[in-house]
């Protein structure tokens, strides 16, 4: 199940590579290659690229679409007759090494997956799919970045990319209740709720872990956390690694089992969302009968309820809200966060008219944990900053730990001074006292 890292490249990755991609191409892939007119829309709607058009550079490179390029040609070989027949005069589609190194930099290190080039399709292609595929195709042939690599075979081999396994979870979430003086129950049974963090929450926003089990605490709801299912990320989707997808989803599906609950509540990571609410459900149909939310619509659903009730807005600052691209545009989950922040900001500014145009904050996809990415990343922000800049707000309220770090991470090495917040952490600290 290891992911490899190869340096070199030879005939044989070349062959696993054509071959996975032309085994991914079923008919809803090819009309997505065969829709693409090559208008250029797309271009303007990727972050990578206005990142570097902001910088007064053009790199045609960046365009979405370009990004499926080869996979569009081995399409063509395979599955049209003036491909076939180039194919056979001698025409055929040849892979050089260093084009399978390209691939690699536009697949991994210039998407994030964030969709926003979908929504501005005229054709309404879905290439963060076919980027997938030829992510898929590179981790295939061993050709995953090593960053990328070692996260994700850390995930299987310790349960989480940051190395977190059992007893160092059992560690952090000891250290959590006694720093924060809250309750965390672990592997209650039955309960009706099972809170599943991420490993960057544990290890670098603890106090949003923390805050989490405040709100859990004063739903009233019986929850538990678990040491089967204690990782909430899933690397295999950033790989492309079926089999890595599946084993993550596996200890998630044995650890809610194990606990009897009826709902799965994904943290502030919008991956985590994606593979538990969207993905699990098809990689185990039979068994998936869990109803799957994330911490902010469980929020929201609670407030709506009156189960939650808050004491009045704790931010006093002009602030803006960064959406999740997993969690909103991909997930659906755009409103309830603005209505959330509504109630605790004195002055919330959105920073997009339509709130499924809003933009990725550069890391997501894996690109954060690959180190050669971190050009692109940075470049990725400066679009970032220009919605930010628009709003004259200087605190971002966030849903997603990985966009926090990653957010900090650009805001810090482009020397800017933006606060980036967790909205969880808000809400926590905004709940009416007992009484």
């Given at each position: 199940m290891a992911v490899l890292s190869k340096e070199e490249i030879g005939q044989e990755e070349v062959e696993k590579f054509y071959q996975f991609c032309k085994k991914s191409i079923d008919m809803e892939v090819a009309s997505y290659l065969e829709a693409c007119v090559r208008c250029g829309i797309c271009a303007e709607a990727c972050l990578f690229y206005m990142g570097e058009n902001v910088s007064g550079r053009i790199d045609p490179t960046l365009t979405p679409a370009y990004k499926a390029d080869l996979l569009r040609e081995i399409y063509k070989e395979n599955y049209t007759l003036l491909g076939r027949l180039k194919k056979?005069?001698?025409?055929?589609?040849?892979?050089?090494?260093?084009?399978?190194?390209?691939?690699?930099?536009?697949?991994?290190?210039?998407?994030?997956?964030?969709?926003?080039?979908?929504?501005?399709?005229?054709?309404?292609?879905?290439?963060?799919?076919?980027?997938?595929?030829?992510?898929?195709?590179?981790?295939?042939?061993?050709?995953?970045?090593?960053?990328?690599?070692?996260?994700?075979?850390?995930?299987?081999?310790?349960?989480?990319?940051?190395?977190?396994?059992?007893?160092?979870?059992?560690?952090?979430?000891?250290?959590?209740?006694?720093?924060?003086?809250?309750?965390?129950?672990?592997?209650?049974?039955?309960?009706?709720?099972?809170?599943?963090?991420?490993?960057?929450?544990?290890?670098?926003?603890?106090s949003s872990?923390?805050?989490?089990?405040?709100?859990?605490?004063?739903?009233?709801?019986?929850?538990?956390?678990?040491?089967?299912?204690?990782?909430?990320?899933?690397?295999?989707?950033f790989a492309q690694s079926r089999e890595v997808t599946r084993e993550m989803l596996r200890r998630v599906l044995q650890g809610a089992k194990d606990l009897g609950v009826k709902y799965i509540i994904a943290p502030e990571c919008g991956h985590a969302y994606q593979s538990m609410r969207f993905i699990?459900?098809?990689?185990?149909?039979?068994?998936?009968?869990?109803?799957?939310?994330?911490?902010?619509?469980?929020?929201?659903?609670?407030?709506?309820?009156?189960?939650?009730?808050?004491?009045?807005k704790v931010l006093k600052e002009t602030a803006t809200l960064h959406d999740s691209c997993q969690i909103g545009r991909r997930g659906g989950v755009l409103r309830e966060p603005r209505r959330i922040l509504k109630e605790l900001a004195e002055d919330f500014r959105d920073s997009v008219l339509i709130p499924e145009h809003n933009i990725c904050c550069g890391g997501g996809g894996g690109v954060l944990v690959i180190g050669d990415a971190d050009y692109y990343r940075q470049k990725a922000f400066i679009s970032k900053m220009t919605l930010f800049d628009k709003t004259k707000a200087r605190t971002v309220v966030c849903y997603c730990a990985n966009c926090m770090l990653a957010l900090t991470k650009s805001s810090q090495e482009l020397k800017r001074d933006y606060r980036f917040v967790s909205m969880v952490e808000l809400v926590a600290e905004a709940l009416e006292e007992e009484t």
């Open positions: 056979l005069f001698g025409f055929g589609v040849k892979i050089k090494p260093e084009e399978l190194k390209e691939q690699a930099r536009l697949a991994f290190y210039t998407c994030t997956n964030c969709d926003r080039c979908t929504k501005a399709c005229p054709m309404g292609i879905d290439t963060p799919r076919l980027v997938s595929i030829v992510r898929g195709a590179l981790t295939h042939a061993g050709l995953t970045p090593k960053d990328l690599a070692d996260a994700t075979n850390l995930s299987v081999e310790k349960g989480s990319p940051l190395g977190v396994d059992t007893q160092t979870f059992l560690q952090r979430l000891e250290f959590i209740s006694d720093e924060y003086e809250v309750n965390i129950p672990i592997d209650r049974k039955p309960s009706e709720y099972l809170y599943i963090p991420s490993s960057i929450e544990l290890m670098k926003f603890p872990v923390a805050s989490a089990a405040k709100v859990l605490n004063r739903a009233g709801v019986s929850w538990s956390m678990s040491t089967v299912a204690h990782e909430a990320t899933n690397f295999g989707l699990a459900p098809n990689v185990f149909p039979e068994e998936w009968d869990f109803e799957v939310l994330n911490i902010v619509e469980l929020i929201d659903r609670m407030l709506t309820e009156g189960r939650l009730r808050l004491k009045g």
